[in-house]
T-cell receptor, first 116, second 116 residues
Framework: DGGITQSPKYLFRKEGQNVTLSCEQN?????MYWYRQDPGQGLRLIYYSQIVNDFQKGDIAEGYSVSREKKESFPLTVTSAQKNPTAFYLC???????????????FGSGTRLTVV | AQTVTQSQPEMSVQEAETVTLSCTYD???????LFWYKQPPSRQMILVIRQEAYKQQNATENRFSVNFQKAAKSFSLKISDSQLGDAAMYFC?????????????FGEGTQLTVNP
């Protein structure tokens, strides 16, 4: 079955460490996204990528980095520069075509990151 | 920039009753899409319903329907015959229409409780 796989489900980071969250999709979607979810704040966009080897900053990109070397993969690195990384992280994907407008996203099941 | 506002952080409804969740948005675009997503305790994001801005007819999906007031920039979700499984966080979301690769902007969410 096609879908998005995020791993790990739970991740613990020590102060000063970088960690990478994995996101893989087999839906043949062109566009992929990373969102951060905090209580009472909804989902905020970190980074997104519409095609391979290209990505754009979202609203809260500081302290995060991404790569898009393959269509199927869009890993997110939470760097030590991110001062408050404890949150729930959601990856999503969608079609990207001028003839396919307004399609919704397909979401992964999320990664809960905790700083210890 | 587009914004989405959900003014009800929490709502409750009796089983089998009807509840309406509110959403307003701000945009200068004429071509856009609106969505309601459901996030149950599993935290998996599930698309509930979608509305194209150019369509005057309100979207319906079984027990879920919307009241789309384009001039007022209002997009409320009505859940009829509420069931215990409807208990979840509900997010309203906006997306520009020129390409399906554009970003989704989310509201802060409404936590819905269904009482037996």
């Amino acid at each position: 079955d096609g879908g998005i796989t995020q791993s790990p489900k739970y991740l613990f980071r020590k102060e000063g460490q970088n960690v990478t969250l994995s996101c893989e999709q087999n839906l043949n979607h062109d566009a992929m996204y990373w969102y951060r979810q905090d209580p009472g704040q909804g989902l905020r966009l970190i980074y997104y990528s519409q095609i391979v080897n290209d990505f754009q900053k979202g609203d809260i990109a500081e302290g995060y980095s991404v790569s898009r070397e393959k269509k199927e993969s869009f890993p997110l690195t939470v760097t030590s520069a991110q001062k408050n990384p404890t949150a729930f992280y959601l990856c999503a994907s969608s079609m990207y075509s001028p003839g396919v407008k307004g399609s919704g996203y397909t979401f992964g099941s999320g990664t809960r990151l905790t700083v210890v | 920039a587009q914004t989405v506002t959900q003014s009800q952080p929490e709502m409750s409804v009796q089983e089998a009753e009807t509840v309406t969740l509110s959403c307003t948005y701000d945009t200068s675009e004429s071509d856009y899409y609106l969505f309601w997503y459901k996030q149950p305790p599993s935290r998996q994001m599930i698309l509930v319903i979608r509305q194209e801005a150019y369509k005057q007819q309100n979207a319906t999906e079984n027990r879920f329907s919307v009241n789309f007031q384009k001039a007022a920039k209002s997009f409320s979700l009505k859940i009829s015959d509420s069931q215990l499984g409807d208990a979840a966080m509900y997010f309203c979301a906006y997306r520009r229409g020129e390409t399906s690769g554009s970003r989704l902007t989310f509201g802060e969410g409404t936590q819905l409780t269904v009482n037996p």
